[in-house]
């Protein structure tokens, strides 16, 4: 297990922890006729895939949002043109219902869990 593990994520430190993750999760509650050989090895399998899958989705997420770009100046941004497209989207694209989400989010400040008492 422990071999496919630092297969799939080139990192010995990082695979023990999938293994040992992989039988912890067997303490806690999985009949122990359940286990087999094939079992172990798929659950550490797709334990490596999601460990995978949930990197590239923070990397994307970063990219997405600045994270790991100097250029961006947080002073700068939004400037006046930027500002203005939102507000003519929020004008003319979305329903009612969201611009009175955005207004008691953006505008009053409310947290979302106030907003959805508001809203019923």
Known sequence: ???????????DDLARDVVRDVFLKLL??????AVTEGYLLKAVRNRCLN???NCE???RIAGLYFLDNDAYDSENWPDEKTLARIGVLIRNDISSQARRVMALRFSQGLPFSRIAAVME
């Open 1 to 11: 297990m422990l071999r496919l593990s630092v297969a799939l994520l080139h990192d």
């Open 28 to 33: 806690e509650g999985i009949p122990a006729g």
């Open 51 to 53: 460990h995978i899958r």
């Open 57 to 59: 989705i923070h990397r």
